[in-house]
Structures are given as structure tokens and as C-alpha cells.
Nanobody
Framework: QVQLVESGGGLVQPGGSLRLSCAAS????????IGWFRQAPGKEREGVLC????????TYADSVKGRFTISRDNAKNTVYLQMNSLKPEDTAVYYC???????????????????WGQGTQVTVSS
């Protein structure tokens, strides 16, 4: 049974940093995409970044390039989202999601993802 457990959300001032973690378990393949998505009140869920657990390739949304970084620790089956220079518009519930299988790359389309975590709130406010 696949499980994704997020942690690390909270309240931060504009310009601050946060690191989110997504611990994954139950996968039968080493090749799949893991993505971070976010959803603000009244808005659609949007893709932020993703990484392929196997080949390490990444995809970033334009809105977070230069500020957010995704990385993985395969030994711990954990993916990290490092968020720097946070802005009030980054406020949202952040979700970790995973595909069942993908040999190369990853994409930021939520409909491609099979498993979802419970979400963690990130609030950027002074």
C-alpha cells in the first residue's frame, strides 16, 4: 500500500524559507515521478515542481524557478521541497503526489498522479 506523508509546513514571513518533506513507502518500482502541488483557497490545484525518483530529472513551474528546489534522498525514500524567498502568493496547502510508474522525467499535470498525501499548510504573512 503506497503512502505519502508530508511534513514541514507552517507560518513564515515574506522572504523567509521553509523545507517540506515527503516520505514515500509501498512502491514496487524505483522509477516514478513525485511532485509537489499546491492549492490556494478558490484556486485550482497547480503543479510546483516534480522529480523522477529513478533518473533524478526535474520539472519546475515558472512561478517558482530560482526560489524553490526539489531534491530526493533515495535511501530514505524522501523528497524535499526547499522554498526560499517566499511570497504571500505562495500561501497554499501543499500536496505531495506520486505516479505509479514513469521511467524518465516527470510532468506537472495533477491528473497524471495516482497517489496523494494529506497536504500541509504553508502561510506566508507578516
Amino acid at each position: 500500500q503506497v503512502q505519502l506523508v508530508e511534513s514541514g509546513g507552517g507560518l513564515v514571513q515574506p522572504g523567509g524559507s521553509l523545507r517540506l518533506s515527503c516520505a514515500a513507502s509501498g512502491f514496487t518500482s524505483d522509477y516514478y515521478g513525485i511532485g509537489w502541488f499546491r492549492q490556494a483557497p478558490g484556486k485550482e490545484r497547480e503543479g510546483v515542481l516534480c522529480i523522477n525518483r529513478g533518473d533524478g530529472s526535474t520539472t519546475y513551474a515558472d512561478s517558482v524557478k530560482g526560489r524553490f528546489t526539489i531534491s530526493r534522498d533515495n535511501a530514505k525514500n524522501t523528497v524535499y521541497l526547499q522554498m526560499n524567498s517566499l511570497k504571500p502568493e505562495d500561501t497554499a496547502v501543499y500536496y505531495c503526489a506520486a505516479e505509479r510508474l514513469r521511467f524518465k522525467g516527470c510532468i506537472l499535470n495533477p491528473s497524471e498522479y495516482d497517489y496523494w498525501g494529506q497536504g500541509t499548510q504553508v502561510t506566508v504573512s507578516s
